[in-house]
Nanobody, 122 residues
C-alpha cells in the first residue's frame, strides 16, 4: 500500500492551497480517508476525514469553514482544499486510510502517507 501526498508548499497567510493524496495497493473505494497534521514539537492531530463514498465528512473545529475534504474514487485520490490559511496551520500534512469512518484517533488508521509540508507565512 502506498499513499503519496503532494501539493504542499509555502503560502502567505490568508491564501489557499490544495494538497492531494494518491493511493495505490488497496481498494481505495472501501476505505475512509483522513488528513492529519503535525507541527514541530507537537502531537499529530486530526484535521479531517471523509467516508468511503463521500457521504460523510468530519472536521476538526479549528478548520471548519476553511478546509474542505473531498475524494475521487475513480482516481484513487483524496484532496484537502485549504483556504484562509493561518501561520498556525504550518505543519506536515499526512493522509491516512481507515476501513471504518469516524475515528479521529491516528492510531486507528491502517495506512499512512509520507506527509507534505505546508508552511504559512505571516
Amino acid at each position: 500500500v502506498q499513499l503519496q501526498a503532494s501539493g504542499g508548499g509555502l503560502v502567505q497567510a490568508g491564501g489557499s492551497l490544495r494538497v492531494s493524496c494518491a493511493a495505490s495497493g488497496l481498494t481505495f473505494r472501501s476505505y475512509a480517508m483522513g488528513w492529519f497534521r503535525q507541527a514541530p514539537g507537537k502531537e499529530r492531530e486530526f484535521v479531517s476525514a471523509v467516508s468511503s463514498s463521500s457521504t460523510s465528512t468530519d472536521y476538526a473545529d479549528f478548520v471548519k469553514g476553511r478546509f474542505t475534504i473531498s475524494r475521487d474514487n475513480a482516481k484513487n485520490t483524496v484532496y484537502l482544499q485549504m483556504s484562509s490559511l493561518k501561520p498556525e496551520d504550518t505543519a506536515v500534512y499526512y493522509c491516512a486510510a481507515d476501513n471504518i469512518f469516524g475515528s479521529r484517533d491516528h492510531s486507528k488508521y491502517d495506512y499512512w502517507g509520507q506527509g507534505t509540508q505546508v508552511t504559512v507565512s505571516s
